[in-house]
């Protein structure tokens, strides 16, 4: 789950991890009165979006208005207000469809004499949490892991104990961060790695964190990804989920018990099992085609989780034909048939629809296909399966 960056920085100030004051805006008039509350000579402006790049990133139908906006007066911050909110901001993360603005965040500026990169992920080939830290502060992680990877400093830690001493030193001294900075370098990144844990997080990145001219560590910018399979261990995090900024098939997917993700392509693919949803998405690229979607139904899919998946698939207009990929083993071929009949009936199939069974009741589930007035074709293997729904919509 994702959150915004002022509801990361709420949880950063909670947990001890040094952030600038600032005020959330849903209009031009409170982002007016939100820079004259931080009584501050300068401010920056910030869309909230679910996505990186805001800086560098404009509103569809202004190219000059940018995410992020430094503001001078109470006027300036309205004039940036009205240019971003209810618009649509393009980034290099959103893709050309981009996402609209419905709030902005109004903060404290700063005089900022270094910026750096520093991120938590976990690495699991390590299964440990790893503490990533650059010199190239503002500029995208990715870039830089691609031109200057010796650029990105990394230190795992145990997540029962946080990180050492030793190695906040050790990273101070690579950076060349001495002074009050190094001091409150070492109390900023040990908060840091207690969040990161503390709060099952699957992700923290600052970009940029900054040194200022008195030598605080701050986190001008945060992003904070958590483990959805750990929120029932923090129900107010659930209060922090921004249903406008989730695909509408994602979030009704799951209200289902199905793991689907919206593709770009314009082949549907229902499938049981992420590995068989993975294999199956490649090897559909493999002979030519798209994946319009990832949806697994599960294991133990039933048929209304089947039934409502077909509806899904189907709303998408993207979607020009349909794979179904069973390997059934807890979920029985026949309730994959139950299923695919009963939603011909409720749904309607209005593009080419091809069938793999195999696996638990395989024979019993192809009889009742075959039985059945409903219009499939019909394949023995993932290999032919792939090669008729390429070829449905060739």
Not at 43 to 72: F, S, T
Not at 186 to 208: H, T, W
Not at 257 to 285: F, H, R
Not at 322 to 347: H, M, P
Request: glycine share 8%; hydrophobic share 45%.
């Amino acid at each position: 789950m994702k959150i915004h960056e002022f509801q990361a920085k709420q949880l950063f100030r909670q947990a001890g991890v040094p952030v600038l004051e600032g005020i959330v805006a849903k209009t031009p008039a409170e982002a007016h009165a939100a820079f004259e509350k931080l009584g501050s000579s300068v401010a920056v402006v910030k869309a909230q979006i679910h996505a990186g790049g805001r800086g560098k990133g404009h509103i569809a139908d202004n190219p000059q208005q940018k995410g992020v906006e430094l503001v001078r007066s109470a006027q300036e911050a309205q004039a940036v207000a009205e240019g971003l909110l209810g618009k649509t901001l393009i980034t290099i993360q959103t893709g050309p469809e981009g996402r609209r603005v419905n709030q902005i965040f109004v903060e404290q500026g700063c005089e900022i004499v270094r910026e750096l990169y520093m991120g938590i992920v976990l690495d699991r080939a390590a299964a440990r949490p790893v503490l990533m830290v650059s010199s190239e502060g503002g500029v995208e992680i990715e870039e830089v892991a691609e031109k200057n990877p010796e650029l990105i400093l990394k230190e795992h830690f145990d997540p029962a104990v946080g990180i050492d001493a030793f190695q906040i030193r050790k990273l101070c001294k690579k950076l060349d961060i001495s002074g009050p900075a190094a001091k409150s370098a070492g109390q900023f990144i040990s908060a840091l790695c207690r969040f990161y844990v503390d709060k099952d997080c699957a992700m923290a990145e600052i970009n940029p964190l900054v040194i200022d001219s008195q030598g605080r560590m701050l986190a001008l910018d945060a992003k904070i990804t958590f483990d959805d399979n750990a929120l029932f261990r923090h129900p107010e995090l659930k209060e922090l989920r921004d249903l406008n900024e989730e695909d509408p098939a994602e979030v009704r997917a799951a209200d289902s018990g199905l793991s689907y993700v919206t593709l770009e392509g314009n082949i549907g693919c229902l499938v049981n099992g992420a590995g068989l949803a993975m294999s199956t998405m490649d090897i559909i690229k493999y002979h030519g085609g798209e994946p319009s979607n990832f949806l697994d139904v599960g294991g133990g899919a039933n048929t209304q989780q089947v039934t409502e998946a077909f509806r899904i698939l189907l709303s998408d207009p993207n979607c020009k034909a349909v794979l179904v990929n069973i390997f059934g083993g807890i979920a029985r071929c026949t309730t994959i048939a139950t299923a695919i009949i009963d939603a011909s009936k409720e749904v309607g199939f209005n593009v080419p629809l091809v069938v793999r069974l195999e696996g638990t009741e395989v024979q019993e589930g192809r009889q009742m296909l075959a039985d059945s007035d409903v219009e499939i074709i019909t394949a023995t293997d993932l290999t032919d399966a792939a090669k008729k729904v390429v070829a449905a919509i060739a």
